[in-house]
């Protein structure tokens, strides 16, 4: 039996196909679009054509391009800054931030808040995400640049359907729904994601050769988190975002986590719990909330030039994250690892005890083939894959459908 694929169908894939190639690339010519995506080149002509017409797409002839080529010069199809725009707000630890970027992915406005997210009542924290939203908002060509997407990444747990922030160590106050609040106050569709799957996200845009197929990004900072990428898919749970790999119980009724639970491979890993080490500090001790990467830079110095104490605290920090990331192989593939956050900094001093203790676990077995890469800045990944989630989106369910570009956008009815 032959199963055929209905005409509206094709013509949405070919476009999404089209565009993404165009995403990838920059500004590709409708040759290279076709060695892309080996669409015949009228195909691509025909589809190139429609997304110009609609704002989508623009041409140009690259000044670089034309000195390279002889002959006629080919032309360059790349995406129209005017098409669209998003917004990509990052809550984190007492700081909250928004960007306004273009369809092209060129950042127009930027607002960034210190916030004490700790001690703000829940009205507080939410009528300030929505300050934030609105300040980068405020002023655009709404009839130019049609505002189509907001990607709320928060430092937590957030929901599969990516509406609700569940959890947050940022804040007492859970189970807030972001996504139908932010929804409610600017009439487009909204989405909370977890931090660390933003992170991976960008990963993959970053550097695809590496970050691929299968590869895992683990956050070393206050917290610890982890995104994965698994079979080209991010990997989320079916109740949360999944990739809750600094609350994996590390020693059973061991140091306090700030989760309030105890033996939570973060109780040994995050700032703090190197601070709690490093100090003497009891494991059962309320856990500090203004350790500063300057201080664990300082205390990464001191161990260094030979601070035991100091050492120490890095050496536990890196087996307990070493047994966590054995007990993952285990169950999946060896894969490239991202180290991301201030703590990659401290790279040299958790890697052998990490090594060592990954290689004592069963998914240590293969332990030769698990490679480590250090990304010390992890904000300008979690606004980048925030920034990419975003644009895919407008990519793939707005524009490939056959949604109108500057004009105004016609959503489809799921998302009006």
Known sequence: MTVGIRHDDLRRRNRG????????????????IAATTALSHSTISAIAADLIAEGVLAESRPAEVAALKRGRPQVAVGLNPEAATIVAAVLSLNSLSASLIDYSGVTMREERRKLATLDLSREALIAETIAVVRAVVAGRDTRRQPLLRIVLAIQGITDFAARTMLWSPITPHGDIAFSDILQAEFGIPVTVENDCNMIAVALRWRNP??????????LLSHGIGMGMVLRGELFTGTQSSGGEFGHMIHRPDGALCRCGRRGCIEAYAGNYAIWRNAHGI?????????????DIQALADAARAGDVAAREAFRIAGEAIGFGLGSLFALIDPAPVAIVGHGALA???????????????????????????????????????CTMRALTFVDQEIFASG?????????PPSLA
């Open 347 to 385: 790279f040299d001093l958790i890697e052998g005890p990490m090594r060592g203790a990954i290689a004592r676990t069963a998914g240590g077995q293969h332990s030769g083939a698990i490679s480590f890469d250090t990304v010390p800045d992890e904000m300008p990944l979690i606004r980048e894959g």
């Open 282 to 294: 009891r494991e059962d001790s309320v856990v500090a909330d203004d350790i500063s990467d300057g």
């Open 209 to 218: 050769e590496r970050y691929a197929r299968d590869f895992i990004a683990v």
């Open 403 to 411: 949604g109108v570009g500057r004009a105004g956008v016609a959503l």
């Open 17 to 32: 196909m089209v565009i993404a190639a165009v995403r990838r690339d920059g500004q590709p010519s409708r040759t290279e």
